[in-house]
């Protein structure tokens, strides 16, 4: 399996509703690397990552589902 570039998990990240490319390069400069991660993550957790309470409570929405 080829490993992923920087680019590619970044992409990744922005497949998550609420989660355009500068959500997803802060995330990814927090340390997350897939979309699992992210949604298993608390609110103040992506706080602390840098996202913004909307940004983030569409994140928490999409993981209801």
Known sequence: ???LTDSDIIELLES????G?????????????T???VLASSHDELIEAG???ANIALIL????D
């Open 1 to 3: 399996k080829p490993e």
């Open 16 to 19: 998550i509703a609420g989660v």
């Open 21 to 33: 490319p500068k959500s997803a390069k802060k995330l990814f400069e927090a340390g997350y690397t």
């Open 35 to 37: 979309v699992e991660q």
């Open 51 to 53: 996202l913004s309470a």
């Open 61 to 64: 929405e999409e993981d209801k």
